[in-house]
Nanobody, 122 residues
Framework: QVQLVESGGGLVQTGGSLRLSCVAS????????MGWFRQAPGKEREFVAA????????YYADSVKGRFTISRNNAKNSVYLQMNSLKPEDTAVYYC???????????????WGQGTQVTVSS
């Protein structure tokens, strides 16, 4: 069992930055892949980024590549999403999730956090 709690969301202007954090409980954190997804009002939940268990392998959606960076610290049971050059279209609720293996498909993830709101004003 893994419980996930996100933090770090907020309101930021276009071009600004935010850093999301996700803290996991459970002993298996260092053996699972972690992902970030987002869901805007009226839209499907979409993949943002994922990182393998060791932190070496990372994957990004094309829409955030070059602007967002995912990382993890297994000693702190934490995964992060550094978001730079934010755009209004990045506005969404952001969720972290855990999966046995890194994937861009939300169906591959077994555990989800409650989400944190990110709003980018124009």
């Amino acid at each position: 069992q893994v419980q996930l709690v996100e933090s770090g969301g907020g309101l930021v202007q276009t071009g600004g930055s935010l850093r999301l954090s996700c803290v996991a409980s459970g002993r298996t954190f260092s053996s699972v892949a972690m992902g970030w997804f987002r869901q805007a009002p009226g839209k499907e939940r979409e993949f943002v980024a994922a990182v393998g268990w060791s932190g070496v392998s990372t994957y990004y959606a094309d829409s955030v590549k070059g602007r967002f960076t995912i990382s993890r610290n297994n000693a702190k049971n934490s995964v992060y999403l550094q978001m730079n050059s934010l755009k209004p279209e990045d506005t969404a609720v952001y969720y972290c999730a855990a999966a046995p293996k890194g994937s861009s498909y939300k169906e591959a993830y077994d555990y989800w956090g409650q989400g944190t709101q990110v709003t980018v004003s124009s």
